[in-house]
Structures are given as C-alpha cells and as structure tokens.
T-cell receptor
C-alpha cells in the first residue's frame, strides 16, 4: 500500500537558520511527489513537485527538495528560514496513472523562533 | 480568477443530523477531489470526480457519506446521521484536467465540521 512518513511532528528552528523536513514514501512504482504548506485556516498550497528529470527541484518561497530513489526520500530544504515560514508542511505522493488522488503524510509543524 | 471556495467554513452539528458541504472549484477544472483531514493528521482521500462522473469513491468511510457533482462544476458532500468520528476538516481540491499525475491540485480552505 502507498504510504508517506514524515518522522518529525514538530520542528523548531531559529530565523535565518537552515531547514530540512524529512519525507519517506512507500510506493510500488515511480511516484509523483509533492510538498504542500498549510497555514492556520488556509487551504493547502503547493510548494513544489517532482515528476521526472532532475532530482533536485525548486519551488516557491525559496524551497527546494531532492528526490532520492535509493532512499525513497523526498526531503524539503530551505537555506534560510523566515518567520513567515511557520506553518504545517505535508509531503504527498500520487500515481502516474489515471485519477491522481494524493496520499499525504501526517505533516510536520514548523515553528520559527526569532 | 477566484480559487476553490468552500461553504460553510465552519459547521457544528448534533449527532444524528445530516450535513451538506459545498465546493466551488476553479472554473473549467475537470477534476474534483474531496479529502478528510482529522485533527493532527494529513488529508485522506474520499472521492474523485471527472466532470460529473464519480470515478473513485473508495475513500468514503461509510454509506453515510455521499458526494455529487451533477453539472460537472459545483460539488456537494453530504453526510447523513453524523457521528462524532466525522468531526474533521473537509477539503475540496480541483485540477485542470484528468491527465495522469502531473496536474496540480488546488485546494480550498476547507469546512471544519464539529459533531457534538
């Protein structure tokens, strides 16, 4: 069965510090991979996605993620965190075939301290 | 243009009541998805429409849950005889077409349902 694991429920980083959020997936084929961000009371916003090609993908708001097939990972990174990045982050996996429903991880809550 | 909108934003129901949650997708989007997000969890897939056709309802937790999209645009998720375990945020998402995988899903703000 498809599954996504985000091992860290909460992460706290200082403003200006670097960030890495972990994501591991279990999937029977080559998946499509996504990172979404959710602020309180807001819907999910897509940060970036990986379908094929270059395994390092760039997204919005200065985020990037690297797909590592051998580790079944798709970790999200940002070199310098801003206070406005405080939110909950979800990793998701979707199939290549028809009907691209997404399977989400449980999320990681990011807190930024000044 | 406007994004995905959902109404109501908040709904409180007494156990046993029926509720109806509305989703207005982005105009012209073919695909529409409903997800359920319990407190402290990620969203979980409920059902999927391509235009008016409900092509996947494998995630609906019971026969008390029913979704429709009769004209291929607005969708309604109905929950009959609500139970406390139905308390969650219900998210709607739409995407432009039904091609495999590559289409971004745009999410609405969700409806927070609380069953007392």
């Amino acid at each position: 069965a498809q599954s996504v694991t985000q091992p860290d429920i909460h992460i706290t980083v200082s403003e200006g510090a670097s960030l890495e959020l972990r994501c591991n997936y279990s999937y029977g084929a080559t998946p499509y991979l996504f990172w979404y961000v959710q602020s309180p009371g807001q819907g999910l916003q897509l940060l970036l996605k990986y379908f094929s090609g270059d395994t390092l993908v760039q997204g919005i708001k200065g985020f990037e993620a690297e797909f590592k097939r051998s580790q079944s990972s798709f970790n999200l990174r940002k070199p310098s965190v801003h206070w406005s990045d405080a939110a909950e982050y979800f990793c998701a996996v979707g199939p290549m075939e028809y009907g691209n429903k997404l399977v989400f991880g449980a999320g990681t809550i990011l807190r930024v301290k000044s | 243009g406007a994004g995905v909108s959902q109404s109501p934003r908040y709904k409180v129901a007494k156990r046993g009541q029926d509720v109806a949650l509305r989703c207005d997708p982005i105009s012209g989007h073919v695909s529409l998805f409903w997800y359920q997000q319990a407190l402290g969890q990620g969203p979980e897939f409920l059902t999927y429409f391509q235009n008016e056709a409900q092509l996947d309802k494998s995630g609906l937790p019971s026969d008390r849950f029913f979704a429709e999209r009769p004209e291929g645009s607005v969708s309604t998720l109905k929950i009959q005889r609500t139970q406390q375990e139905d308390s969650a945020v219900y998210l709607c998402a739409s995407s432009l077409n039904s091609g495999p995988g590559s289409n971004e899903q745009f999410f609405g703000p969700g409806t927070r349902l609380t069953v007392l």
